[in-house]
C-alpha cells in the first residue's frame, strides 16, 4: 500500500539556519505530494503541494521539489526563523482520491 | 470565515463512558475526515464522507462511529470509551475535486479515557 516515510527528529536549528526534511514515498503510479504544518495548539495546515514529476511547490520561503526518480519530495528553507517552530508532516494521496497517507511528523524548534 | 469548528475542545471520559465529538464546516465541502493523532504515528485516518449520506472506514475504525448529518456537519462518537482512545482528534473536510488534495483541518480536541 501507499506509505509516506520523513525524518522524525525532533530538530533544534538557530535562527537563520538552513533546514532540510526529508521525505520518500512509496505509491503506485503518479501521487501528488504535500507538506502539511502543525504549529502549537493548532491543526494542520497546508504548506505547499505538488502534482506532478518536477513540480517544485513553495510558500513562506519553504520549497520542494516532486523528485520521481528518488520517489522523494524533501523540505527545505534557506534561513529558518522562530515562527518557524513547529510539527511538519509529510503527504500523499492518489488515484482521484482526496484521502490523504501521513508520515509520522517532524517536530522543528528555532531557538533565537 | 469560521472554516472548520470542532467542540469540545477538552474531554476526560471514564472507562466505558460514551461521547459524541461534534465537527462542522462552513466552506460547502464534499467531503470530511476524523483523523487521530498519537506521538510518533502521525495521522490516522478513522472514518471519513466523501459526500453527505455516505461514510467509510478509514485505517482504525475499530470503536468509533461516524454520522454526515448533513453537509455541514460530521461527528464522531464512542460508544464505549478504552484508555486505547486517548488521542487528539481532528476534523478536517475538502472540496471533493479529484486531485485537488488540500484538507482544511480543525483546532482537534483532547481526549483523555481514565
Known amino acids: 500500500g501507499n506509505s509516506v516515510t520523513q525524518m522524525e527528529g525532533p530538530v533544534t536549528l538557530s535562527e537563520e539556519a538552513f533546514l532540510t526534511i526529508n521525505c520518500t514515498y512509496t505509491?503506485?503510479?503518479?501521487?501528488?505530494l504535500f507538506w502539511y504544518v502543525q504549529y502549537p495548539g493548532e491543526g494542520l495546515q497546508l504548506l505547499l503541494k505538488?502534482?506532478?514529476?518536477?513540480d517544485k511547490g513553495s510558500n513562506k520561503g519553504f520549497e520542494a521539489t516532486y523528485r520521481k526518480e528518488t520517489t522523494s519530495f524533501h523540505l527545505e528553507k534557506g534561513s529558518v526563523q522562530v515562527s518557524d517552530s513547529a510539527v511538519y508532516f509529510c503527504?500523499?494521496?492518489?488515484?482521484?482520491?482526496?484521502?490523504?497517507?501521513f508520515g509520522k511528523g517532524m517536530k522543528l524548534t528555532v531557538n533565537p | 470565515n469560521a472554516g472548520v469548528t470542532q467542540t469540545p475542545k477538552f474531554q476526560v471520559l471514564k472507562t466505558g463512558q460514551s461521547m459524541t465529538l461534534q465537527c462542522a464546516q462552513d466552506?460547502?465541502?464534499?467531503?470530511m475526515y476524523w483523523y487521530r493523532q498519537d506521538p510518533g504515528m502521525g495521522l490516522r485516518l478513522i472514518y471519513y464522507s466523501a459526500s453527505e449520506g455516505t461514510t467509510d472506514k478509514g485505517e482504525v475504525p475499530n470503536g468509533y462511529n461516524v454520522s454526515r448529518l448533513n453537509k455541514r456537519e460530521f461527528s464522531l462518537r464512542l460508544e464505549s470509551a478504552a484508555p486505547s482512545q486517548t488521542s487528539v482528534y481532528f476534523c478536517a473536510s475538502s472540496s471533493g475535486e479529484a486531485g485537488r488534495g488540500e484538507q482544511y483541518f480543525g483546532p482537534g480536541t483532547r481526549l483523555t479515557v481514565t
Open positions: 505538488a502534482t506532478k514529476a518536477d
Open positions: 466552506m460547502n465541502h464534499n467531503s
Open positions: 505509491a503506485t503510479g503518479y501521487p501528488s
Open positions: 503527504a500523499l494521496s492518489q488515484g482521484g482520491s482526496e484521502k490523504l497517507v
